[in-house]
C-alpha cells in the first residue's frame, strides 16, 4: 500500500485537490453536485477526455503530438466528403472512415519521426501548419452545415427528467468518450504493446536492445493518437451538427497542459490514464465551478492559468520531505 | 585436466575477423568459454572487447568466422533474440533497464517483447520474478519503480531479467564500475553461485584486481588481437596491465614531505549531518594528498562541502590561512578551488559542445574585451596554450569534445580548471573509464602540477592509484578519518587489506 | 581564398549555406512566376510585415537554445500591447503626448518582463517543464486579457506612432530597421557574451554547466527575461501597426515561430542555435507568403507551404539522406 502511494504522487495529490474542490463547491452552490451539472460536464469535456487519452499514449512513447486538433478538423473535412461520395453512409462507415483517416495523419507524423529520426516536436508542428493550411485552404474557411442525417440526430445514451422539469442527458460522445478512455487503458496497462510502449519512452536504446520493434512503437503510439483524433473530430461533428474548419484549433495546448498535470512526463515513460483523466477534470471542474460561484466568464481562462502554474510550481515540492527536514532541522 | 564437466564448452570461437570501413576491429580472434566457468575478457577500451560481445549476440556479423559455437552446436548466423533463446545473455554497462517501471516488469520484460497483443498477467509475473530472486538469494520488492533501487540493486534486476531468459552464458559488461566494495562483493557472490549452478559468466571489466579474484581464466585482447589465454591463478594485476597495454607498467612510491611548505588548506572537524563526521586535515602546497575509501564512505560528498555544492553542518575551513566557506561552486573557484568530478560524462565535460568551449567555460571572464564582449581570440590563444601543455591529441578545437578518447577528454578537464589557476585541485577518481595507458600520463600531469607548487587533493578506492601517486594518504571509511599512512612506509596489499577489509 | 571562406562558413554556421542557397533559389523562382516580385512596393510590404515574426520568434530563440520553450511570447506581446494602449488611452487616447508614449513603452517592457522573469524563475528554481510553465503563463495572460479587455479592442493610438509602423527611413520600413538593430543585438548577446555562453551551455548539460561554474538558474530568470522584453517590443510594433490591440492578436504566429527556428537549425533539445540561419529562414518563409499571395494563393496555402518546406528541409538535414549525398559529393 505505501508503494502505491508512492508511485503514484502525482495522481493521489490532483485526486485529493479534486475532491476537495467537488466537496467545497458542493457545500458552496446549490447547483453543482446536481445531475444536471455533472451530466453537462461530461458532454463539455468529452472530446477534450477522447484527445487526451491519444495524447497520453503518445506522451508515454516518449514523443509529443501538436497536431492533433487540427487532425481532428481534417478528418471532419474529409470524411463528410467520403461520405458524400457513398451515398451518406451510417455510423459504422462513419466511424470506420474516420478512423482511418486519422490514423493516416498519425502515420504521416510517425513516417517522418521513424524514417528520418526527426524529433516529433519539430514535425507536428510542421504537419499542424501544413495540415490547416491545406484544410483552410481546399475548404476556403467555410462551414459544411448539409452533414449527412445520422451523423446531426441526437444521440442520447442516458435522460432523465427531474420532477423539478429539469432535463439531464448523456450524449453519444461521451459513450465513445468512456469506450476510448477503457480501450486506451486496456492497451497501455494490459497488454504487452502498452508495455513495451511504455519501455520504449523510458529507455528506447534498451528497449531497442531488447528486441522491441520501435517502427512498430511509434506507429502504435501515433496511430493510437490518430484514431483517437477521427473519434473526437465525428463526435465533435455530432455535437455542433456542422464543420467548422477553424473550430477546433488552438485546444491543442490546453489539453497537453491538463494530461502534464496529470502526471505524464515530457520525454516519455510516465504517465496513467487515471491522473489523465483527473487532469482533464481538474480544469473542467475549476471552470464549472467559477461559472456556479458567479465569477465572471472573462476570468475563468486567467484563474485557471494561475491554477496551472501555482499547481506546477508546487509539484515538485515533496511536502513529506519538507516536513522531515524541517524536523531534521528542529533536532 | 580431463574431468568431462570442465571439458564441455557454452562458447567456442575460432578465427573471429571483422572490420568497419577498412578498419580491422578484430583480426583472427579465438575466444573459449567452459560450461559453468568464470571467464575475465580484458583488453583496453578499442582492443574489440565490445565488437566481439556484439557478434557472440548477433548484433554484428563477423566478416569470417571459422567456428562458431554455443554449447556445442555450430551457430551459422545469430540475432539478438536469437542469442537470447539460445541462452547468452549480455547485461550492459548502463543495463539497458527501464527507470520508470516497476521491478517485476524489469525482470520479466523479455516476455513482453513482440508484436503479437497479448494481456499481462501481473500475479504471474510476480511469481516469476520472485522465484528467480530467490534463486539468486536477494529478495526486493516487486512494485516500486526502478529508479527507486541503488545502482547495486538494478545491477540484481539485470541479472535476475538474464535468467529468466535462461541464460546459460552471461557477460557483464563493466559490472563494478559504480559499487562500492561491500556492494561488489555481494555481486561476486552472486556471480559464484551462478557458476555453481553451471552458468557461464564472462566479465568485460577494467577493474584488474577483482577480475584475478574471481575468475578462472582472462582472455586478453589488445588492437583487436589475441594476446593469450591465462590461468588467473598465476596472473599478477602488473602482469595483466602490461599484457592489456603492451608496455611495461612502472609504479614506485614517489611520495616526498611536503609538511614545510606552506598550508594552503586546513580543514578542523568539518561535519555534515549523515554524510561525513569531524574530518580534519591539512593540505601543503606542491603535496598530493591521497584519500582513500569506498564508495560510501563520504569522500565525494566531503568534496561537495569543500566546493560549496553543499553547507556543511560544523566545522572549520581555511585557506591559505583565511576563513573559507564557500556559498556556492562559483564562490569556491574565485578562491582558487578547482573539482574535477567522478563523472566525466555526464558532468565534467558537455558532450554536445565543442572542445574550446569545454575548455574556457570557466573562465569566461579572461576572455572579456573591453566592451565587454568575449574575445575569440583570446579564447582560440587560450585553448592552443592549454592544448599544447597538457599534449591533448585533438583534430581542431571546434570539434565535439565527445570526439576523443577518455583520457584526452580527462585532459581536457585538467586544462579548464587548470585555466582558473587554481590553488588547490580536487581529482575525484580521476582515471574512471580511462585506459591504463593512458593513466600514466594524467598522473604524470598531476606530479608536474604538484611540482609547480599546486595543491592536490586525490580522492580514489584504488589502492594502487593512491599509492603511487600520493605524498600522504588519509583513509576515510563510514564518513570519518580513521588512519594516516605515509606510502613509503607501506606497500599495497597492506592498503588493500586495510581499506577493503 | 579558401581560409576565409572558411572563416567566414564556421562563422555563419553550417546551416546557413545552404538556408542562403534556397533563399536564392525562391527568389529567383518568384521573380519568374511574378512581375511584381521584385518591385518597390512588394519588397516594401515584406519590410513591414515580417519584424513582427521576427522579432517573437527571437523571443523564442534563446529559450529553444537554454533546453526549453516560451509558448507565452504571443501572449506576453499582447498584454504589453494592452499596457501601452492602456495607458496611452489614460493620456488621452489619440492626444496622447510623447511623455505618455513613453511612459507607456516602459510600461509595456516592464510588464513583459515581468511575465518572462516569472517563467524563468519557476523553471530555473522550481525545475518544472518550461513547455507546461510557459504553457500555464500562456493561458494565463490570455485569461487576464480577456478579463481585462472584455475580449473587445483599445483602440485610440496617436498619428506620430504611424513612424514606428508604417513609415520608412531612406527607403527601409522602420520596423524592419527596428528588427534589423534587435537581431544584431541579439546575435551578439547570444555569440559574444558570458550570459549567451551560458545560455547555450545549459541548454546542453545544465548540471555540468553548474559545475562548471556557471550560474544557471541566473541565467534561465535572465534569458526568459529577455525574451519578455523582446516581446514586449513586438507587442508596441503590433499596436504601432495596427493602431488597436486586441486579446488573441497573432495567436496563430506562436507555433510559426518555432517553426522558424527548426528552420533555422536550432537544436530541438537545446544546446546550439544561431541567430544568423534563423534571420535566413525568416526571409524565406516571409517570400514564401508574399510571393504565394501575389501567384494567387492566399495566407492558408503558404501556411501549409511553410509546415512542408520545414519537413521538407528537416528531411533533406536528416543522417539517412546526408549519407546518400555524401556518397554523391565523393564520387
Not at chain 1, 192 to 204: I, S
Not at chain 2, 215 to 223: E, I, Y
Not at chain 3, 176 to 181: P, V
Request: aromatic share 6%; net charge neutral.
Amino acid at each position: 500500500m505505501h508503494n502505491l502511494l508512492n508511485n503514484r504522487k502525482t495522481e493521489i495529490r490532483l485526486g485529493i485537490v479534486l475532491l476537495a474542490m467537488i466537496v467545497g463547491l458542493s457545500l458552496g452552490s446549490d447547483s453543482f453536485f446536481t445531475l444536471n451539472n455533472l451530466t453537462s460536464l461530461l458532454n463539455n469535456n468529452a472530446i477534450n477526455l477522447i484527445w487526451a487519452v491519444g495524447l497520453l499514449v503518445v506522451l508515454i512513447a516518449g514523443g509529443i503530438d501538436i497536431s492533433f486538433a487540427v487532425a481532428s478538423s481534417v478528418v471532419q473535412y474529409l470524411a463528410v466528403q467520403v461520405l458524400r461520395q457513398i451515398g451518406g453512409g451510417d455510423w459504422v462507415t462513419g466511424i470506420v472512415v474516420c478512423g482511418v483517416i486519422g490514423i493516416a495523419l498519425g502515420l504521416v507524423n510517425m513516417f517522418f519521426i521513424y524514417r528520418f529520426r526527426i524529433v516529433s516536436i519539430v514535425v507536428t508542428i510542421a504537419t499542424y501548419n501544413a495540415y490547416f493550411g491545406l484544410l483552410m485552404f481546399f475548404s476556403k474557411g467555410r462551414n459544411i452545415y448539409n452533414l449527412p442525417d445520422w451523423l446531426t440526430d441526437r444521440v442520447v445514451m442516458f435522460e432523465y427528467e427531474a420532477a423539478d422539469g429539469t432535463w439531464s442527458e448523456l450524449t453519444l460522445a461521451v459513450g465513445a468518450m468512456v469506450v476510448c478512455v477503457v480501450a486506451t487503458w486496456l492497451l497501455i496497462q494490459r497488454t504487452n504493446l502498452g508495455r513495451q510502449l511504455y519501455a520504449f519512452g523510458d529507455n528506447p536504446e534498451g528497449a531497442r536492445r531488447a528486441g522491441v520493434n520501435v517502427a512498430a512503437m511509434q506507429a502504435l503510439a501515433f496511430g493510437w493518437m490518430g484514431l483517437m483524433a477521427g473519434i473526437a473530430g465525428l463526435m465533435q461533428a455530432n455535437i455542433v451538427k456542422e464543420v467548422v474548419p477553424n473550430a477546433l484549433i488552438g485546444r491543442e495546448m490546453d489539453v497537453l497542459a491538463a494530461i502534464v498535470l496529470g502526471g505524464a512526463r515530457l520525454g516519455g515513460g510516465k504517465g496513467t490514464v487515471l491522473g489523465c483523466v483527473l487532469g482533464v477534470m481538474f480544469v473542467a471542474v475549476t471552470q464549472n465551478g467559477l461559472n456556479l460561484l458567479g465569477v465572471s466568464p472573462f476570468a475563468f481562462k486567467m484563474i485557471i492559468g494561475g491554477a496551472i502554474l501555482v499547481a506546477i510550481s508546487t509539484s515538485n515540492i515533496d511536502f513529506a520531505d519538507l516536513f522531515r527536514r524541517r524536523q531534521e532541522a528542529a533536532k | 585436466m580431463t574431468d568431462a564437466n570442465t571439458e564441455r564448452f557454452a562458447l567456442r570461437l575460432k578465427g573471429i575477423s571483422k572490420t568497419f570501413g577498412g578498419l580491422q576491429a578484430l583480426d583472427d580472434v579465438d575466444f573459449e568459454v567452459r560450461a559453468g566457468e568464470v571467464h575475465c575478457l580484458a583488453g583496453e577500451n578499442g582492443s574489440g572487447k565490445s565488437t566481439l560481445i556484439k557478434i557472440i549476440t548477433g548484433v554484428y556479423q563477423p566478416q569470417k568466422a571459422e567456428l562458431f559455437e554455443l554449447f556445442g552446436e555450430a551457430v551459422r548466423s545469430i540475432s539478438p533474440t536469437g542469442a537470447r533463446n539460445r541462452g547468452v545473455s549480455v547485461i550492459w554497462q548502463d543495463l539497458a533497464l527501464f527507470s520508470h517501471m516497476s521491478v517485476r516488469e524489469n525482470i520479466c520484460f523479455d516476455d513482453m517483447v513482440g508484436l503479437t497483443p497479448k494481456g499481462v498477467h501481473y500475479g504471474e509475473m510476480d511469481r516469476k520474478a520472485r522465484a528467480v530472486l530467490e534463486r539468486l538469494g536477494v529478495p526486493l520488492e516487486l512494485d516500486i519503480p526502478l529508479e527507486a533501487l541503488s545502482i547495486a540493486r538494478r545491477q540484481i534486476v539485470a541479472i535476475a531479467r538474464a535468467l529468466m531468459n535462461d541464460a546459460r552464458l552471461i557477460f557483464m559488461d563493466e559490472p563494478t564500475a559504480s559499487l562500492s566494495r561491500s556492494e561488489t562483493d555481494h555481486l561476486l557472490d552472486i556471480v559464484r553461485k551462478l557458476s555453481a549452478d553451471g552458468v557461464a559468466v564472462v566479465f568485460v571489466s577494467h577493474r584488474l584486481a577483482e577480475v584475478l579474484e574471481i575468475a578462472s581464466r582472462v582472455t586478453v585482447l589488445r588492437d583487436g588481437r589475441l594476446v593469450g589465454v591465462y590461468d588467473c591463478a598465476d596472473m599478477t594485476q602488473v602482469r595483466l596491465g602490461e599484457l592489456m597495454t603492451g608496455q611495461l607498467i612502472e609504479n614506485k612510491v614517489v611520495a616526498r614531505d611536503r609538511v614545510d611548505a606552506p598550508k594552503v588548506m586546513e580543514v578542523r572537524g568539518l561535519s555534515r549531518a549523515g554524510e561525513f563526521e569531524n574530518v580534519s586535515f591539512d593540505l601543503h602546497a606542491g603535496e598530493v594528498l591521497g584519500l582513500i575509501g569506498l564508495i560510501g564512505a563520504g569522500r565525494t560528498e566531503l568534496a561537495h562541502v569543500l566546493m560549496g555544492m553543499r553547507a556543511p553542518t560544523a566545522g572549520d575551513m581555511r585557506v591559505e590561512g583565511r576563513p573559507f566557506r564557500p556559498s556556492s561552486i562559483r564562490d569556491a573557484i574565485r578562491q582558487g578551488l578547482a573539482y574535477v568530478s567522478e563523472d566525466r560524462l555526464s558532468l565534467g565535460l558537455l558532450q554536445k559542445q565543442p572542445i574550446e568551449d569545454n575548455t574556457v567555460i570557466s573562465v569566461l571572464h579572461k576572455l572579456l574585451t573591453r566592451l565587454p564582449l568575449l574575445s575569440m581570440r583570446k579564447r582560440d590563444a587560450l585553448v592552443r596554450s592549454w592544448v599544447d601543455k597538457l599534449g591533448v591529441k585533438i583534430g581542431r578545437p571546434s570539434d565535439l569534445i565527445s570526439t576523443l578518447s577518455g583520457g584526452n577528454q580527462q585532459k581536457i578537464v585538467l586544462a579548464k580548471w587548470l585555466a582558473t589557476e587554481p590553488k588547490l585541485l580536487i581529482l575525484d577518481s580521476p582515471t574512471v573509464g580511462v585506459d591504463i595507458g593512458a593513466r600514466a600520463g594524467i598522473f604524470r600531469i598531476v606530479r608536474s602540477l604538484a611540482d609547480s607548487g599546486l595543491a592536490i587533493l586525490l580522492i580514489s578506492d584504488e589502492a594502487t592509484e593512491v599509492m603511487f601517486n600520493s605524498d600522504r594518504i588519509l583513509h576515510m571509511a563510514e564518513g570519518q578519518i580513521v588512519a594516516e599512512y605515509d606510502p613509503r612506509k607501506m606497500t599495497v596489499p597492506e592498503l588493500e587489506e586495510r581499506v577493503y577489509a | 581564398m579558401k581560409t576565409s571562406l572558411g572563416t567566414i562558413r564556421s562563422g555563419l554556421g553550417t546551416d546557413t549555406s545552404s538556408l542562403i542557397a534556397l533563399l536564392i533559389v525562391v527568389v529567383l523562382g518568384f521573380s519568374i512566376a511574378s512581375p511584381q516580385f521584385m518591385t518597390a512596393a512588394n519588397l516594401g510590404s515584406m519590410g513591414f510585415q515580417m519584424p513582427l515574426l521576427g522579432l517573437l520568434t527571437l523571443a523564442m530563440l534563446a529559450p529553444i537554445i537554454s533546453g526549453g520553450f516560451n509558448l507565452a511570447v504571443t501572449y506576453t506581446a499582447n498584454m504589453s500591447g494592452l499596457t501601452l494602449a492602456w495607458v496611452l488611452l489614460q493620456f488621452g487616447g489619440k492626444d496622447a503626448g510623447v511623455g505618455a508614449l513613453v511612459l507607456g513603452c516602459l510600461a509595456a517592457i516592464a510588464v513583459g518582463m515581468l511575465a518572462g522573469a516569472i517563467i524563468g524563475f519557476v523553471v530555473a528554481y522550481v525545475g518544472a517543464h518550461p513547455i507546461l510553465v510557459s504553457l500555464a503563463m500562456m493561458i494565463f495572460l490570455r485569461g487576464l486579457g480577456e478579463f481585462l479587455t472584455r475580449g473587445g479592442d483599445i483602440s485610440g493610438v496617436p498619428d506620430y506612432m504611424r513612424v514606428l509602423g508604417h513609415e520608412t527611413l531612406i527607403g527601409i520600413p522602420v520596423p524592419l530597421l527596428l528588427f534589423g538593430a534587435v537581431a544584431i543585438v541579439w546575435h551578439i548577446l547570444l555569440r559574444r557574451t558570458q550570459h549567451g555562453f551560458s545560455v547555450t551551455m545549459t541548454g546542453s548539460n545544465q548540471m555540468a554547466a553548474e559545475y562548471s561554474g556557471l550560474h544557471t538558474k541566473r541565467t534561465l530568470v535572465l534569458l526568459y527575461t529577455l525574451s519578455g522584453l523582446l516581446c514586449a517590443i513586438a507587442g508596441i510594433l503590433m499596436l504601432a501597426r495596427f493602431n488597436s490591440v486586441r486579446v488573441g492578436h497573432g495567436e496563430a504566429l506562436l507555433l510559426v515561430t518555432v517553426l522558424a527556428c527548426f528552420l533555422g537549425g536550432v537544436d530541438p533539445f537545446g544546446g546550439y542555435g544561431r541567430v544568423v540561419p534563423v534571420v535566413v529562414s525568416l526571409v524565406i518563409l516571409q517570400i514564401l507568403s508574399s510571393g504565394l499571395n501575389l501567384i494567387g494563393a492566399n495566407q492558408h496555402m503558404a501556411t501549409a507551404v511553410w509546415g512542408l518546406f520545414l519537413i521538407a528541409v528537416m528531411v533533406l538535414r536528416s543522417e539517412q539522406v546526408k549519407m546518400v549525398l555524401g556518397f554523391f559529393k565523393k564520387s
